[in-house]
């Protein structure tokens, strides 16, 4: 498209200015703005509002229509919130993050990696999850990371800088079976999230929240290939600009490693169950705004 160099290089200024901004203020604060950001895209944007009411009232029946449109409000708020976090703790050295962090199941990771066959680190879009490569890249390896390139190439230079700090590496998610295979090989690490929903030709219909939804079996197959766990994690905001990451305990692949379809589903709903747990624990923190049950085409 012609004016798409020229629509990119606008997007890119105007993410400058506010990178510039976020990060001349405290990071408690940039929170704060990006909080007041979520609440003015909660009030302009109708058609996302609609889908993540629609998507709460099939996930979780139970809650009544008024607290379902004020955990809409909140998820707004705090995507938002998430967003403006991000780019300001960009700021960051490790001596700086470090203070910031509480760590919750660390023991988790030492079990994954003993086996010395790699493993998967697993998240949702929950919480502040674009935190936790650089906190596993300090603590305990560097990671990498499956990400889908930016169509902006001058915003995706930012992000590709952004997850690839303290010695993370990015994978493009095209094609990135072959080089999770090889990391895994390497004993490496690979970062990946899996709660969205993918094309009926790329998927399998697992239960979320107690409805079929179409969820990549890439994960699912591969561990059962290699042996290599999976380490489900969740990083949420504390106060005052601080993070708590949570790790669950690993979960390996069953020992006979069956191939079957149905090890792959069962091994894909263990993943998911664990996402779903985290996800009813926080919900005001999960991207609802995202078409999740959408019919099978």
């Known amino acids: 498209m012609k004016n798409r160099p020229i629509r990119h290089r606008i997007e890119y200024g105007l993410f400058l200015a506010l990178k510039g901004l976020l990060r001349a203020l405290p990071h408690e604060t940039a929170r704060r703005l990006g909080r007041g950001v979520g609440a003015f895209g909660h009030a302009l944007d109708r058609r996302h509002r609609e889908v993540a009411l629609r998507n709460l009232e099939l996930a979780i029946p139970e809650i009544p229509p008024d607290e379902r449109r004020r955990l809409v409000r909140e998820c707004f708020r705090h995507f938002g919130a998430a967003l403006c976090d991000v ?13 910031r962090l509480t760590l919750e199941g660390w023991e988790n990771i030492h079990a994954a990696a003993r086996p010395g066959k790699g493993f998967f680190v697993l998240s949702p879009h929950l919480g502040m999850w674009e935190i936790v490569p650089p906190v596993i890249g300090l603590y305990h390896a560097p990671m990498h990371i499956i990400m889908r ?38 004993g490496g690490i690979v970062g990946i999230l899996i709660d969205q929903r993918v094309q009926a030709k790329e998927g399998i219909e697992v239960p979320f929240f107690g409805r079929p939804a179409l969820t990549t079996p890439v994960l699912a197959r591969i561990s059962l290939r290699t042996g290599a766990p999976v380490l489900p ?28 379809e149905e090890a792959v589903v069962a091994l894909t709903r263990r ?16 991207l609802w ?6 019919a099978r085409k």
Not at 161 to 167: D, K, L, N, S, T
Not at 233 to 260: K, N, S, T
């Open 87 to 99: 780019i300001s703790a960009g700021r960051f050295d490790a001596r700086e993050i470090c203070p």
């Open 149 to 186: 390139p930016a169509d902006n190439p001058y915003l995706n230079r930012e992000l590709l800088a952004a997850r690839e700090q303290f010695g993370n590496r990015t994978i493009p998610k095209r094609g990135a079976a072959r080089r999770m295979l090889e990391t895994l090989r390497e």
């Open 233 to 260: 994690v969740a990083m949420f905001p504390e106060p005052h600009g601080r993070y708590r990451l949570v790790v669950h305990p690993p979960i390996f692949p069953p020992a006979d490693r069956g191939q079957g």
């Open 271 to 286: 993943y998911l169950e664990v996402a779903e747990q985290d996800i009813r624990r926080h919900p005001e923190q999960w």
């Open 289 to 294: 705004m995202h078409r999740r049950w959408e």
